[in-house]
T-cell receptor
Framework: EPEVTQTPSHQVTQMGQEVILRCVPI?????FYWYRQILGQKVEFLVS????????KSEIFDDQFSVERPDGSNFTLKIRSTKLEDSAMYFC????????????FGEGSWLTVV | QKEVEQDPGPLSVPEGAIVSLNCTYS??????FMWYRQYSRKGPELLMY????GNKEDGRFTAQVDKSSKYISLFIRDSQPSDSATYLC???????????????FGQGTTLQVKP
């Protein structure tokens, strides 16, 4: 069964460092998302991406965050200068037909900022 | 008022019990409702998808939407220890004709089914 794959599964980084989280969405999907989940809290929306541009972003997704789909298969989330409060599980997700249809999530990348 | 509210539990039941999980939501315009299951430190996995009001059944799982009360439910019949997980309700907040938007998740209810 097709799946969303994410790398790395776990990354530890120093505060202030740049981090890139990578995702390979399911191949025929057109809508891409990043969500995050701080330990013990709810899954929160960060950003959606469709037709090669950001379609929506949350208040969390400030200037420190960016997304890219550089080669038609990968979808990356970059955090420019990490803060302690960026420590969370980051989930990539994708869908064929958007938010009103099945959205498939990856297994997540656990980011620890020290 | 939060957009989606869900009792975080934990909920502990004996094997074979019927489990009822619930969420309330605030925006009457929402039309698409989902239930995801999440195991510890794993990604959410879609269990049930419902459009508008009514019931949907899949094996031991039944999803129910009552739009008049803004209340969604997931029932698990004959619960098994393997059902032990966190169950997340999610609602699709969609914008425009291109179907862009996002999922809004509840807090998640942690379920433990004891053998």
């Amino acid at each position: 069964e097709p799946e969303v794959t994410q790398t790395p599964s776990h990354q530890v980084t120093q505060m202030g460092q740049e981090v890139i989280l990578r995702c390979v969405p399911i191949s025929n999907h057109l809508y891409f998302y990043w969500y995050r989940q701080i330990l013990g809290q709810k899954v929160e929306f960060l950003v959606s991406f469709y037709n090669n541009e950001i379609s929506e972003k949350s208040e969390i997704f400030d200037d420190q965050f960016s997304v890219e789909r550089p080669d038609g298969s990968n979808f990356t989330l970059k955090i420019r200068s990490t803060k302690l409060e960026d420590s969370a599980m980051y989930f990539c997700a994708s869908s064929t037909q958007g938010a009103g249809n099945t959205i498939y999530f990856g297994e997540g990348s656990w980011l620890t900022v020290v | 008022q939060k957009e989606v509210e869900q009792d975080p539990g934990p909920l502990s039941v004996p094997e074979g019990a019927i489990v009822s999980l619930n969420c309330t939501y605030s925006n009457s315009a929402f039309q698409y409702f989902m239930w995801y299951r999440q195991y510890s430190r794993k990604g959410p996995e879609l269990l049930m998808y419902t459009y508008s009001s009514g019931n949907k059944e899949d094996g031991r799982f039944t999803a129910q939407v009552d739009k008049s009360s803004k209340y969604i439910s997931l029932f698990i019949r004959d619960s098994q220890p393997s059902d032990s997980a966190t169950y997340l309700c999610a609602i699709a907040d969609i914008h425009g004709s291109s179907n862009t938007g996002k999922l809004i998740f509840g807090q998640g209810t942690t379920l433990q089914v004891k053998p």
